[in-house]
């Protein structure tokens, strides 16, 4: 079950980060798992792209601060898995 829990939690960040990479224009060299969305450049107008792109790949709703409560692409997965944010 962990295996499962940590492959699902791979799969789930890389769907943030690739999701993260196509609204900021970026790529995952320059930012990492663990780099703040706001540090990246992330604006109010970009976080709900960031998170309309969510939606839409992984087939749920999210609340509109999602980004803001869970400031990083590896903080984000792991809650998306539902796992604790550390």
């Known amino acids: 079950m962990a295996k499962r829990s940590s492959e699902s939690r ?6 943030v ?3 993260r990479d196509e609204v900021l224009e970026v790529g995952t060299t320059v930012i990492d798992a663990q ?3 706001e540090h990246a450049g992330l604006t109010c107008q970009l976080a ?3 998170i309309t792109r969510l939606e839409a790949k992984l ?8 980004v803001w409560d869970y ?10 898995v539902g796992e ?3």
Do not use: I, M, N, W
């Not at 791979?10 to 769907?15: E, G, I, Q, W």
């Not at 400031?71 to 998306?80: D, E, V």
């Open 59 to 66: 087939l749920r709703r999210l609340p509109l601060t999602v």
């Open 48 to 50: 709900t792209s960031l």
């Open 71 to 80: 400031p990083t692409p590896a903080s984000l997965a792991r809650y998306l």
């Open 10 to 15: 791979h799969d789930t960040l890389k769907v």
């Open 84 to 86: 604790s944010p550390k």
């Open 17 to 19: 980060l690739d999701c």
């Open 35 to 37: 780099g703040r969305f």
